[in-house]
């Protein structure tokens, strides 16, 4: 079973970047299609990005398309997620999800693993 950490988040301004890690242990991190999520003060859990197994086919929310980019190190057992152009709505806690699907799913029920969390705030 994996377990999963997130780092990287904090507190930033409108139009700077952060970049997330997400660590993987307990588990061979090439076997798992690796995501992030985020979730808003009272809204629900969405879907940001997720990386295939190999890293070749990738999937973005609209929301973030062309400023966000998912990446992984399969040799360091970790999955990054790079942001840029943050904007105020961004602002969320932001989630690593890991699963065993032959496919790119976006659906918080996919996922059967999941990280604790890290804070991202933009402020404006």
């Known amino acids: 079973q994996v377990q999963l950490v997130e780092s990287g988040g904090g507190l930033v301004q409108a139009g700077g970047s952060l970049r997330l890690s997400c660590v993987a242990s307990g588990g061979t991190l090439p076997t798992y299609v690796m995501a992030w999520f985020r979730q808003a003060p009272g809204k629900e859990r969405e879907f940001v990005a997720v990386v295939s197994r190999g890293g070749g086919s990738i999937r973005y929310a609209d929301s973030i398309q062309g400023r966000f980019t998912i990446s992984r190190d399969n040799a360091k057992n970790t999955v990054y997620l790079q942001m840029n152009s943050l904007k105020p709505e961004d602002t969320a806690v932001y989630y690593c999800?890991?699963?065993?699907?032959?496919?790119?799913?976006?659906?918080?029920?996919?996922?059967?693993?999941w990280g604790q969390g890290t804070q991202v705030t933009v402020s404006s």
């Open positions: 999800a890991a699963d065993r699907t032959q496919t790119l799913p976006v659906d918080v029920a996919a996922y059967d693993y």
